[in-house]
């Protein structure tokens, strides 16, 4: 029971028994998941030698982080020339491109990876979702801002063929465009999936994705709490993935990690290991260990494929 005092006594007492801070222990855990779902895109396009690179290059890049304990792998071939000279988006028909990466990966992994497969492209809405329909894909990356001509029946179609759609968001405006279209029309079904891409450069002011400029740490950080509030406002139970992006490269998946979000790194959209220096990722690799050991230093432990699947609301996979 709490000890009754006069004022002028109580106060007294408390100056006798001084003390600078209570017990650690009054202090809550924060709310912060112990896993975090790292997955990785392992398309060259922002390497040395950008646009150019081979079908074995992916199964390869694939493997390593694969083996390292990425979750999930992300593969797209948008504007990738091969050492055949072929446009590996364009001369292939995805199922078959998609297929001579995942074949190898499922005969040395079976289904410990989720294949995160691009949909963008084809001459016919059939063939840019072909790769869902053919069972490929587990999860599909679709961009909110894209036309709604695409968008919305390939939203439509990823859900229909049991694919998470993976709601790409490159600035805010996005969040209200999916808020709009996609969760008040009841087509995007929970749990909402987003993953934030932002802080890449454009050569146009008018483009189908719209970015953000980030130059330093405070717009990184500034974009990032108002585009996850936003999210969160919407659906406090979202699952939020942030792209290792442009410059600001593993700073803006530290900053996701301690906020308790998940992360995809890889080449596709950075080549730079830090902010500050030209120094370039020498692979998809080096740039996984060095989030997965960031995320051990905060405590958090990479997220196998079937905790990434739960996470997302999919079936686990023997």
Excluded at 111 to 120: G, K, M, R, Y
Excluded at 159 to 183: D, M, N, Q, T, W
Excluded at 212 to 237: E, N
Excluded at 280 to 300: Q, T
Aim: glycine residues 6%; aromatic residues 6%; hydrophobic residues 40%.
């Amino acid at each position: 029971m709490q000890e009754r005092l006069p004022l002028w006594e109580a106060a007294r007492r408390e100056m006798e028994e001084y003390r600078f801070v209570a017990d650690a222990s009054v202090q809550p855990r924060w709310d912060i998941p112990a896993t975090i779902a790292i997955n990785t895109a392992v398309a060259a396009r922002l390497d040395e030698g950008a646009g150019h690179s081979s079908i074995q290059h992916y199964v390869d890049a694939a493997s390593d982080v694969i083996e390292a304990g990425a979750c999930g792998v992300h593969l797209d071939f948008t504007w990738v020339v091969d050492e055949r000279g072929r446009r590996l988006d364009r001369d292939i028909p995805p199922v078959e491109a998609y297929s001579l990466v995942l074949d190898p990966l499922r005969r040395r992994f079976g289904t410990d990876f989720v294949p995160n497969l691009n949909i963008l492209n084809g001459e016919s809405f059939d063939v840019c979702v072909s790769p869902a329909r053919a069972g490929l894909a587990e999860v599909a990356p679709c961009a909110s801002g894209h036309p709604d001509a695409f968008m919305i029946p390939a939203v439509q179609a990823l859900e229909e063929h049991g694919v998470k759609p993976e709601i790409a968001i490159h600035s805010s405006g996005e969040i209200e465009l999916a808020k709009r279209k996609l969760i008040d029309t009841g087509i995007l079904k929970k749990p909402y999936n987003w993953i934030v891409l932002y802080g890449l450069p454009f050569d146009v002011g008018r483009t189908l994705i719209s970015g953000t400029w980030v130059s330093d740490a405070q717009d990184m950080s500034r974009h990032l709490f108002l585009m996850v509030d936003q999210i969160r406002k919407i659906d406090p139970d979202s699952v939020i993935t942030v792209c290792a992006a442009g410059r600001a490269s593993l700073y803006m998946t530290t900053l996701a990690t301690m906020m308790g979000l998940h992360i995809r790194v890889g080449t596709e959209d950075t080549p730079w290991k830090h902010p500050h220096r030209d120094e370039r990722l020498k692979s998809n690799l080096e740039m996984f260990g060095m989030a997965r050991d960031i995320a051990g230093l905060l405590g958090r432990t990479p997220a196998s494929a079937n905790q990434y699947r739960a996470l997302v609301g999919l079936p686990a996979k023997p």
